[in-house]
């Protein structure tokens, strides 16, 4: 299987019932025992019946619970086999008394990228970076912790390409970003918990209207998943009060890298006088 579960149930969490989605739920807090452990013992844990568990695999698109527990044991055993080689260093550092901030949080934040790496939908991946080179618009959407990155983002965007935009910047209303979508645009969201209201309505219009729409959060609850064309869940764990932003940022960063080496030419001559401009302006120090 080339999709995760992760992938999986975030294209069809929307459509579960409730009690399939507390199995869902389960699996996804416990994945190290639902890939290892009975049925019978995970039924008993989450007080489901077996029936619900099974159901909800072929919900998910799988032929069988077993099916989905093959999945979830790849996944495993791929993370576990390249991460050990990547922060066995610090780990150590951990395990041996280095209890500080400093020491968790970069163990936490490499672990998420390292997670990125192995979880990431290249396909899914191309097919978003090829509708943004070919879009009229693309316009970003991001809301409280997300603000920030969403403006990163369209910065980034803003060397190579003159067609991006990031809404409600500076007091303009979302629904003016939002006027004139068609199927030639596409919508970034990016939104994590607590959703913000806007993303997840902005998210709605947008497909209404036919435009691609891309999601980018942290888990496969997020309400906005149900109006995606593509989606990318990103770890985000971290000791911090609030969600680690790093894969986040690396992932705008793989986009954007990407969407310039496709724009060719026309890319390099707009960073150029991009630059030139900025000189002549005095926005940079320097010559």
């Known amino acids: 299987m080339h999709t995760s579960f992760e992938q999986q149930l975030s294209s069809k969490y929307g459509s579960l019932s409730a009690k399939l989605k507390e199995a869902a739920d389960f699996i996804v807090a416990n994945p190290v ?11 008993k844990d989450a007080k489901l019946s077996p029936a619900t568990f099974s159901r909800m695999s072929t919900a998910l698109g799988y032929a069988s619970y077993e099916d989905l527990r093959e999945v979830l044991r790849a996944g495993i055993e791929r993370r576990a086999n390249s991460f050990s080689h990547r922060v066995e260093t610090l780990q150590q550092r951990h395990q041996d008394g280095d209890h500080d901030f400093q020491t968790q949080h970069i163990i936490d934040c490499t672990a998420n990228l390292q997670t990125l790496g192995d979880t990431l939908d290249q396909d899914m991946l191309n ?6 080179h070919n879009a009229r618009r693309v316009l970003v959407v991001g809301a409280l912790g997300s603000t920030g990155v969403a403006e990163y ?19 303009a209303s ?22 913000a209201t806007k993303a997840i309505n902005a998210a709605q219009e947008a497909r209404k209207a036919g435009a691609f729409v891309i999601v980018v959060t942290d888990t496969h609850t997020c309400p906005a998943l149900v109006h995606a064309s593509a989606y990318f869940i990103v770890p985000t764990d971290s000791p911090h009060f ?30 150029a006088d991009v630059e030139s401009r900025n000189r002549r302006l005095g926005e940079v120090w320097g010559d």
């Open 33 to 43: 025992d639902a890939a290892t452990r009975s049925l019978r013992t995970i039924s």
């Open 174 to 195: 979302l629904a003016s970003g939002l006027v004139g979508l068609s199927d030639a645009d596409v919508l970034i969201i990016m939104t994590k918990p607590p959703f």
């Open 242 to 271: 609030f969600s680690s932003y790093a894969s986040t940022l690396v992932l705008c960063e793989i986009m954007i890298g990407m969407l310039a080496a496709r724009a060719g030419d026309p890319a390099r001559a707009r960073i």
């Open 127 to 132: 097919a978003s970076v090829e509708r943004l």
């Open 153 to 171: 983002l369209t910065y980034m965007a803003s060397f190579i390409a003159d067609n991006w935009s990031m809404a409600s910047r500076m007091g």
